[in-house]
């Protein structure tokens, strides 16, 4: 929720389990009501990710759609996540950054953002779930995908074995996501597998009724 200080975000991170990447939805034009409609259902925390045609947003309409973002996260005390640009999530005054692999660096993005935000990684492999679950800076860190996925194409699955090997250290104490191919027909095999939280893009963007479809996720994660 924009405007915690950087002890609320963590405590707040800490307690999430259901986390939503959503794009502009610019053709349809209704951001702050899908919004308002998956965090009503349970969402805890909201990032943008908006990769349409394969290209990024540009600038300014990021900022627009993070604005529309940070008031119905305000409405909904959850906590707004900004994808891959340390620049971006210190002008939207984000509680989140997320950095995959090909990312800047969690440090450079530290040098940006002062310690006030969390920040996440992305992870696809046994020693980089390892290695993000100790590397300082990092807050939470996401593994995946579990299954492959249309929103992510050309990376291939993890599988649920990396969900049970990071389950089996209890992510060495850090919040962590499990990502990539969850929906409602297969989060109660995460939920086996050991997740306690989880990242979706089209099981929410993608359903006729957000509000349930968050709702129902949020019912199956302990
Ligand atoms: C919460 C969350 N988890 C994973 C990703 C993927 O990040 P990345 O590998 O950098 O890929 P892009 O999303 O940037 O295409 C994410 N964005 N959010
Ligand atoms: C954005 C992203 N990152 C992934 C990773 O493994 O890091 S998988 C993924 C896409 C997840 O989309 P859906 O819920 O529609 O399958
Ligand atoms: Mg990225």
């Given at each position: 929720m924009p405007g915690l200080d950087g002890h609320g975000i963590r405590a707040r991170l800490d307690e999430a389990a259901l986390y939503l990447c959503t794009d502009a939805r610019t053709e349809r034009g209704d951001l702050a009501e899908f919004a308002d409609a998956a965090l009503d259902g349970g969402v805890d925390i909201i990032q943008l990710r908006d990769k349409?045609?394969?290209?990024?947003?540009?600038?300014?309409?990021?900022?627009?759609?993070?604005?529309?973002?940070?008031?119905?996260?305000?409405?909904?005390?959850?906590?707004l996540a900004v994808n891959d640009r340390a620049d971006v999530a210190l002008a939207a005054d984000a509680d989140v950054l997320h950095l995959g692999q090909d990312d800047i660096p969690v440090e450079l993005a530290r040098r940006v953002l002062g310690e006030h935000v969390a920040i996440g990684r992305s992870t696809h492999d046994v020693v980089q779930a390892d290695s993000a679950a100790t590397e300082a800076g990092v807050d939470y860190f996401c593994t995946g995908p579990v299954w492959t996925t249309p929103t992510k194409p050309g990376r291939p699955a993890a599988g649920l074995d990396l969900v049970r090997h990071t389950a089996g250290h209890r992510g060495h104490g850090r919040p962590w996501f499990a990502i990539g191919g969850i929906d409602a027909s297969t989060v109660d095999d995460v939920v086996i597998a050991g997740a306690k939280r989880v990242v979706v893009v089209r099981a929410i963007t993608e359903a006729e009724d957000p509000r349930a479809a968050a709702q129902h996720l949020r019912s199956r994660l302990p």
């Open positions: 349409t045609d394969g290209a990024p947003l540009e600038a300014r309409q990021e900022l627009a759609a993070l604005e529309v973002l940070a008031d119905a996260c305000r409405r909904h005390g959850a906590l």
